[in-house]
């Protein structure tokens, strides 16, 4: 069955830009979490929904980033006067659950802040 | 999470067995083990977990030491495409309403053809 998808693959922005990050999660997964991955490093957390409730921002890094999964399924990730160092990979995963279960992974959206 | 320690590379010819270490002295009783691996330009991938027993699935075995404090993905037969980063991760709920997974830098695994 399908993955978990992400668009756009690849995204170029000026200093300053807004940019919105897309995630279809798998179809049913009731838990969705975003991950930014700088290079070299391994994936750290962002934020996690259960449903269309964000119940943990806590990773997020500063105010210019906002998600939201308005309807329980689709999500997106915000950044708003972005910044070089937001230049990462953004990594979006679900799960069926909020428990043990295994996270599914996109292959995630290259961002460069020129 | 707890704190897991890992080699940063590893190397393995093609076709014999593969030992990936991970320590984490520090684990809870309530901490499962998770392992994920990461291909080049992919997003990471689930192999496999578990919580004191040994566990078996079709990508790899996970032996558990009978403290807990370290465990050891197994790979039975490398090919090339299991040329990866694998992470392991102790994971547990939040406290905040999630099961996040923290990933530290993981073992780089080159396979030798």
């Known amino acids: 069955g399908a993955g978990v998808s992400q668009s756009p693959r690849y995204k170029v922005a000026k200093r300053g830009q807004d940019v919105a990050l897309r995630c279809d999660p798998i179809?049913?997964?009731?838990?969705l979490f975003w991950y930014q991955q700088a290079l070299g490093q391994g994936p750290e957390f962002l934020t996690y929904?259960?449903?269309?409730?964000?119940?943990?921002k806590s990773g997020l890094p500063s105010d210019r980033f906002f998600a939201e999964r308005p309807e329980g399924s689709v999500s997106t990730l915000k950044i708003q006067r972005t910044q070089q160092e937001d230049s990462a990979v953004y990594l979006c995963a679900s799960s069926l659950g909020q428990n043990n279960q295994p996270q599914h992974f996109g292959d995630g959206t290259r961002l460069s802040i020129l | 999470d707890a704190k897991t320690t890992q080699p940063n590379s590893m190397e393995s010819n093609e076709e014999e067995p593969v030992h990936l270490p991970c320590n984490h002295s520090t684990i809870s009783g309530t901490d499962y083990i998770h392992w994920y691996r990461q291909l080049p330009s992919q997003g990471p991938e689930y192999v496999i977990h578990g919580l004191t027993s040994n566990v078996n699935n079709r990508m790899a075995s996970l032996a558990i030491a009978e403290d807990r404090k370290s465990s050891t993905l197994i790979l039975h037969r490398a090919t090339l495409r299991d040329a990866a980063v694998y992470y392991c991760?102790?994971?547990?709920?939040?406290?905040?309403?999630?099961?996040?997974?923290?990933f530290g830098k993981g073992t780089k695994l080159s396979v030798i053809p």
């Open positions: 991760i102790l994971r547990a709920y939040s406290g905040a309403g999630s099961y996040q997974l923290t």
């Open positions: 179809s049913g997964h009731v838990s």
């Open positions: 929904f259960q449903n269309e409730a964000q119940l943990d």
